[in-house]
Structure formats: structure tokens, C-alpha cells
């Protein structure tokens, strides 16, 4: 039987009867319920973003082992400085995420460090999934499809921060890996497991994409994306003598540009 | 018709490549890292993306048969020839920013591919918004089984040539690198011949 809303009085008192209670993932051990900003459950196929503050951790948890994290990083207000998918290999002198590695933007400057990884499944290479795509592959990718691709979500989440398809570059995705084989080819490697969670701090003001949708590579036929759980909580950027930001010559002098970046901007 | 154009040293390049068009890249005194990207010329939003060309070929390295594929997942030019053998899709651009963290604070004041790119794109209407991951013809960049990875020793020699076929048209950007830190060009950057040959009619 359809709900009495013949009148705006019936209808209001539909809608207000509505409201029912949503699950959040709990603080991360250590952390107060004062000092957490984020606290967010991304079904499969679906979206999220958030402006965060400098120095604020974000973490990732794949509660399942079948979500795929894809993420964009922008800085906040200044959205033409963002992630850099080629200098953070290239600098770094390697094609794998994991501990202590760094998100670098395209001017030499640290947007985020990965302070914790316990999946280390990660890719940097095969970006995220498209409406074309996923149309061959799953017969749609259309957002409001049961299939919906990487890319129109990045779509919608960059439009709600003002910004559009010439601002999403390639982006990264945790929780499925992808490794490069002997010749160049790229090998699945997927899951590392349930309950596995990646933590990143952010080194400058960020505009944060996320996306939980399929790896572009996954096999399986069928279009399955676990939930992903999404907390952030107040901090302070990578300090001085941090093994973070002492680990290597280029990392060093990636944090000393942000540095003075930052001290420059007031933030 | 047959256009033919050296691009100095150092320099950025750019050209409209009809539907059809062949665009033929010589590496004239070999091992010269020739930085590329493409757009679609009826809306430059569509562009390069080195993400859903790996997707599509299941490989990092580029060679004859290999498709540059828009980030709308579309071919936007294929490679129809290659007497090298492998191209970069990882490495990227350099540009005086990175250099400082790759070579150190010293290298800032060296001219960039990035710099190319903006210049040259400018001309175009393109901005910094503008620029993703791009290819690297002629450059050589191994990922070893732990993930390291960086730019070696070329494989190319002086006269080796490729070739993309435009499947629209499209807006090609070039960036003759200017590197001198790495061998993407031998420690010596030279000059690099473009060809562009229209369709078969």
C-alpha cells in the first residue's frame, strides 16, 4: 500500500518518517571522536570527497577485500597544482605504492605521504574505469547504472568542488594490485585479504576524489566492489626528521619545497 | 601531400593531423626522447590517457599495433611502425619543478619539457589543466620486479623512425626533450624530424 501523501501535510510527514540511522565506521584505535572530521561507509559503485586540512590523516579500510579505492588529489583552492601519477613513480624510482611512499604533484611538492599500508595492493598505472568501458565490459557505466564507471563518478565528485573533465589526470587506486611483468606486461595480483587499511596524511590544503568501483583490470565478469570504510582525523604535516621525509634524497627535498610552499601561502 | 619539419633541439612542436593522416617520428641522431601528447582536435577535453592505454594494450610499452587511447577510453591514434621497439607510457614529462627533486635545487634554472608544453600549448588554448601523463618515443624506461623503475640507456640509433595513424583528427603536442641529468637523450639533446603525410585518398 502506497504511503498517504495527497497533501502537503501527508507528504511532509512521509518524508520527515523516512530519516532512519547510518552506519559509520568507529574512530580508528587511538583516535578521539573530538578530533575526527570524516567518517564515511562508500558502497561499492558509488563516491565520496571532502576538503581536508593540512596535515590531516585520511584513512582507507577494505573491510572485505573488495573494494578498489580510486583517488584524486587537488590542492584545495589551487586545483591546477594536483597528483602527478608520472613524477610519483618517476621520482620516487619505483611503480609501487606502499609505506612511506609519497602522493607528489606536478610542482615538485609532496600532496600526501602513506604513514600506514597493511594491503600493500596498490596500482599507480591503469588509472580508473570509463562509461565506455565498462559499457563493453558490463553492458553499462552510466552513474546511475548498476555498473558505474570510475571516471563519471570522478566527474561528479570534481563537479561538486567546481571543477571538470579537463581537470581529472590519471589516478591511483588501492586495494587491487597490478604488477609489471618481465617484457612490460601487467599482471592482476587483486586482494591482499580482508580487513586490510592504508592511511595517508595530507601535506597541503587537498580537495579529495574518491571513487569505490571495480580495478579496470579485476577479471571477474561481473561488476562486485565491496563497501569501503573512510575516516579522517585533525594532525600536523611530516615534521622535521621524520624517517617519512628523510628516507631518500628526493624525498627530502620534496617536503623542503612544500615547506616553503606552505610557509609562503600561510597555511 | 607530404609536410616535413625538423624540430630543432630543446624546442616544442605541435600540428593538426587530419582523420587518416600519418604522423612519421626520426629520431635523426638517435636516442632523442621525443614527449607526446594528443587530443582530440574537435574538443581538446578528450585527450591522451596513458591509464586507458595500458588498459587496452595490458602493457606499459608502446609498439607497432599499439593504440593511444582517450581518457573516454577512444582511439585516438595508432602506431602503424616502429623500427625501436618499446616507448615510454610511465615516465612522464620533466619539468624545472621535478628536476629539483630528482637532481636537486641547482637544475631549476634548465629548460623543461613541461615548458614546451605550456608554451606550445598555449597557442592552442591550452593551460596547465591541460597537461596529463603523456608518451616518451625513444625512451627507455624498465620496471624491475621489485618496482623500481627509471629512465636507461636507449634503444634507439640515428634514422630510426615511427609512425601513428590519426583515427580522427587530432591535435598533436611535442616536446623535444631538453634533459640533461638522465640518457634519455644521451646527455646530448639533438634535433628530430616530423612528417606528416595526409590520408590515402
Known amino acids: ?24 565506521p568507529a574512530p580508528p584505535a587511538g ?29 582507507l579500510a577494505d573491510p572485505l577485500g573488495a573494494a578498489c579505492a580510486h583517488l584524486l588529489l587537488h590542492v584545495a583552492d589551487r586545483p591546477w597544482e ?31 605521504s602513506i604513514t600506514e599500508d597493511s594491503s600493500g595492493r596498490h596500482d599507480a598505472l591503469c588509472g580508473t574505469s570509463t562509461l565506455a568501458r565498462n559499457r563493453a565490459r558490463y553492458g553499462d557505466g552510466s552513474p546511475q547504472s548498476a555498473s ?41 595480483v587483486g586482494t591482499a585479504g580482508p580487513g586490510t587499511s592504508l592511511t595517508l596524511r595530507a601535506e597541503q590544503p587537498l580537495t579529495v576524489l574518491l571513487a569505490n568501483i571495480p580495478h579496470p583490470l ?30 631518500t634524497p628526493e624525498s627530502r627535498r620534496a617536503f623542503a619545497n612544500t615547506d616553503e610552499f606552505c610557509a609562503a601561502r600561510g597555511v | 601531400m607530404t609536410t616535413e619539419t625538423i624540430v630543432p633541439a630543446r624546442a616544442a612542436w605541435s600540428a593538426v593531423i587530419p582523420a587518416g593522416g600519418t604522423l612519421t617520428i626520426t629520431d635523426l641522431h638517435g636516442n632523442q626522447a ?59 614529462a620533466c619539468s624545472k619543478e621535478s628536476n629539483t627533486l630528482r637532481y ?3 637544475t631549476w634554472p634548465q629548460h623543461a619539457c613541461v615548458e614546451n608544453f605550456l608554451a606550445e600549448g598555449a597557442r592552442w588554448g591550452l593551460g596547465k589543466r591541460d597537461l596529463v601523463s603523456n608518451v616518451n618515443w625513444y625512451m627507455n624506461v624498465p620496471v624491475e620486479s621489485d618496482g623500481t623503475l627509471g629512465i636507461v640507456d636507449g634503444l634507439s640509433a640515428p634514422g630510426l623512425s615511427l609512425s601513428l595513424r590519426a583515427e580522427r583528427e587530432v591535435l598533436v603536442l611535442v616536446s623535444n626533450c631538453p634533459q640533461v641529468n638522465n640518457p634519455c637523450n644521451g646527455f646530448d639533446p639533438t634535433p628530430v624530424l616530423m612528417t606528416i603525410t595526409g590520408p590515402e585518398t
Open chain 1, 218 to 247: 579485476d577479471p571477474n565478469p561481473a561488476y562486485h566492489c565491496g563497501p569501503l570504510e573512510v575516516t579522517a582525523w585533525r594532525g600536523a604535516p611530516t615534521g622535521p626528521g621524520d624517517p617519512i621525509r628523510e628516507a
Open chain 1, 82 to 112: 594536483r597528483l602527478n601519477v608520472a613524477d610519483t613513480v618517476k621520482v620516487q624510482w619505483n611503480a609501487y605504492l606502499g609505506p612511506g611512499a609519497l602522493l607528489l604533484s606536478d610542482q615538485g611538492r609532496v600532496l600526501a
Open chain 1, 31 to 59: 583516535v578521539s571522536a573530538d578530533d575526527l572530521v570524516w567518517a564515511e561507509t562508500v558502497p561499492g559503485g558509488n563516491y565520496t570527497h571532502k576538503v581536508l586540512a593540512r596535515g590531516s590523516l585520511l584513512r
Open chain 2, 34 to 92: 621525443v614527449d607526446f601528447l594528443v587530443y582530440d582536435a574537435a574538443d581538446t577535453a578528450v585527450r591522451y590517457s596513458a591509464a586507458d592505454t595500458l588498459q587496452a594494450q595490458g602493457g606499459i610499452f608502446l609498439t607497432t599495433g599499439g593504440v593511444l587511447m582517450s581518457n573516454e577510453h577512444t582511439p585516438l591514434m595508432t602506431v602503424t611502425a616502429d623500427e625501436v621497439g618499446r616507448h615510454d607510457t610511465v615516465g612522464g
Open chain 1, 148 to 188: 558505474p564507471a570510475g571516471r563519471e563518478l570522478l566527474l561528479l565528485a570534481a563537479a561538486k568542488n567546481g571543477l571538470g573533465p579537463r581537470d581529472l589526470p590519471p589516478s591511483v587506486s588501492f586495494f587491487q594490485g597490478v604488477r609489471v611483468a618481465e617484457g612490460g606486461g601487467l599482471d592482476w
Open chain 1, 1 to 24: 500500500m502506497s504511503p498517504a501523501t495527497d497533501t502537503t501535510y501527508a507528504a511532509r510527514a512521509h518524508a520527515r518518517a523516512l530519516e532512519a540511522p547510518v552506519e559509520r
Open chain 2, 104 to 106: 636537486g635545487h641547482h
